[in-house]
Structures are given as C-alpha cells and as structure tokens.
C-alpha cells in the first residue's frame, strides 16, 4: 500500500524540482498534477481491490480495509478541494478588467 505525503506549500519557480514518494524530477505544473493524481487513482484502486477481499471473505482485516477506504477517501476530498480552488482562481482571472 502506497502514502500518500501532503508536504508544506511554499513559493515555486516555473520547472521546479518536484518531490513525490521517493523520485525527484524537473516537472511542470501539469506533470505534477497528473502524477498526483494518479496517486489518488491508486488509492482508490487499492480501497476497492481491499473492500472486494473483504467481502468475499479472503480477508479478514477489517482496520486495514477501513483505512484503506479513508486514505481513498481523502484523497479524493483533497482533490476536489484543490480543483474548487483552481476553478475560483480561473473565475477571478477572467473577471479581471483589462
């Protein structure tokens, strides 16, 4: 099972070196966005390949598949924080006069 890390959030430069798990690499902001959201897409296939041992009865860590389930949870929960706030950022740029 893979973490899922949220670290602090500062100021970046365009071509920034981007920190995910264990690999460092020179990315721009959509190689970082999509790299975090295959993150969370592995999460939630995680939950679900944890929630179907579960229920058919290979397994029976009921505290592993409920953590599991949160950890899907919650990434889902911040990236639809993250994608209302690029949204309202978008919106206000537009309503920018020129």
Do not use: C, W
Request: proline letters at 2%.
């Amino acid at each position: 099972m893979s973490d899922m890390r949220v670290a602090g959030i500062g100021v970046a430069s365009p071509g920034a070196a981007v920190t995910l798990g264990a690999r460092t690499e020179s990315a721009g902001f959509g190689e970082a966005l999509r790299q975090a959201l295959g993150q969370v897409s592995e999460l939630q296939h995680t939950a679900d390949a944890s929630v179907q041992e579960f229920s058919l009865g290979r397994s029976r860590d009921v505290a592993g598949t409920l953590i599991a389930v949160e950890k899907a949870n919650l990434g889902f929960q911040l990236t639809l924080q993250i994608r209302n706030k690029l949204l309202e950022a978008y919106q206000e740029v537009l309503r920018t006069p020129l």
